[in-house]
Nanobody, 122 residues
Framework: QVQLVESGGGLVQAGGSLRLSCVAS????????MGWYRQAPGKQRELVAL???????NYADSVKGRFTISRDNAKNTVYLQMNSLKPEDTAVYYC????????????????WGQGTQVTVSS
């Protein structure tokens, strides 16, 4: 099937930076979009940033100007550069991909990574 593997999470002080990465592998024909979501305890999961295959990006208002999403289409990889981190950014961050597969042929579905913890101390 399709697997998403994340890296880059950890513990950082307020004002610091982290760079998350996520690589997709498996029975992939094409990826329409890749993005990052986050979920804090007791809260709903929310979209942080999204990037399409054509390079169009979308950000949550809370992270605009601080976070940057990018992708390497040839490597099926998406990145999230997080600068000027705040304690309210603390959450589990999940990678997501909108994928059309080779098997089953032509099936379009969304896939999730396992999640990685980002903790920002004050």
């Amino acid at each position: 099937q399709v697997q998403l593997v994340e890296s880059g999470g950890g513990l950082v002080q307020a004002g610091g930076s982290l760079r998350l990465s996520c690589v997709a592998s498996g029975s992939i024909f094409s990826i329409n979009a890749m993005g990052w979501y986050r979920q804090a305890p007791g809260k709903q999961r929310e979209l942080v940033a999204l990037i399409t295959s054509g390079g169009t990006t979308n950000y949550a208002d809370s992270v605009k100007g601080r976070f940057t999403i990018s992708r390497d289409n040839a490597k099926n990889t998406v990145y999230l550069q997080m600068n000027s981190l705040k304690p309210e950014d603390t959450a589990v961050y999940y990678c997501n991909a909108d994928v059309t597969t080779t098997q089953p042929r032509g099936m379009r579905a969304r896939y999730w990574g396992q999640g990685t913890q980002v903790t920002v101390s004050s």
